[in-house]
């Protein structure tokens, strides 16, 4: 039984490893697709937006452009849309919540993503789009959205995959121990039990293995040694000298001796 207990825990532990694994790659592939909508989520909107305000701006001034951000942050309040002046120094209300360093990028008319913490370490996606209303005063659109949509995202996805990679270790595990004990633990407790018997010099009570494996090829030399040296006699010099050695050396001798048919 020993054997097939070790057979059993290598195979349970591969399965587990290779589950794992998949489980670990399947979860960093499913967060990085969530952060790739996120952002393409973000630029689709700051990219409506800009024309939006843009439009409003031309048309009432920065009050009208300012009632259009408003209501788009009352349909989506969990992306905070801001008008930001780039050169307001920090503190100011219309002051991006990103230095200055950057967002240089977007002083010069380009579209910037990027990661940053607040003063109280909370973690936040923010896109910026510049706007073109004032040719003295470079503005921009501010889309900033928490990350811990993303981290509420990854914490269901890691329960799912623990709970799915658990339940099919289980499963694998059970499945895996019901065939080796059935198919080796059994038939070798049975062959060892026969060959204690014969190292004792009982023959008799033949080895009944069901199957066309090495096992019971083995099971069927025993039985053939034992009816030939059952049938020399019981005072056959044979018999008394296996009847003499520990069964641990006749069953060495069995195993190693070829058979002589």
């Known amino acids: 039984m020993k054997l097939a207990a070790k057979l059993v825990l290598t195979i349970v532990l591969g399965i587990a490893i290779v589950l794992v694994v998949d489980g670990y790659v399947s979860l960093e592939r499913q967060r990085d697709l969530f952060e790739d909508d996120m952002h393409h989520d973000l630029r689709l909107l700051g990219i409506t937006m800009r024309k939006l305000v843009t439009d409003a701006w031309n048309a009432g001034g920065r009050a009208r452009a300012g009632g259009v951000i408003g209501d788009a942050n009352q349909v989506d309040p969990s992306v905070d849309i801001r008008w930001v002046w780039l050169d307001s120094p920090p503190g100011e209300p219309t002051a991006p919540r990103v230095s ?81 004990i059935r198919l080796i633990g059994r038939p070798l407790d049975q062959i060892v039990g026969k060959i204690r018997r014969v190292g004792t010099g009982d023959f008799s009570g033949p080895l009944l293995l069901f199957g066309h494996d090495e096992l019971g090829e083995l099971a069927v030399g025993l039985n053939t040694m034992c009816a030939q040296l059952d049938e020399a006699g019981p005072r056959s010099a044979v018999k008394r000298r296996l009847g003499s050695l520990p069964w641990s050396s006749c069953a060495m001798r069995i195993v190693s001796r070829p058979s002589e048919n």
Not at 106 to 125: C, E, I, M, T
Not at 149 to 177: E, H, Q, W
């Open 100 to 180: 200055r360093e950057k967002l240089r990028a977007v002083a010069q008319g380009q579209d910037v993503s990027l990661v940053a913490r607040d003063v109280r370490g909370q973690a936040y996606f923010y896109s910026y789009f510049p706007v073109i209303v004032d040719e003295q005063r470079p503005g921009a659109l501010e889309l900033r959205e928490p990350l811990s949509v993303l981290d509420k995202f990854t914490r269901g996805a890691f329960i799912k995959i623990v709970v799915l990679t658990g339940s099919l270790v289980l499963l694998s595990g059970c499945a895996t121990v019901l065939l080796g």
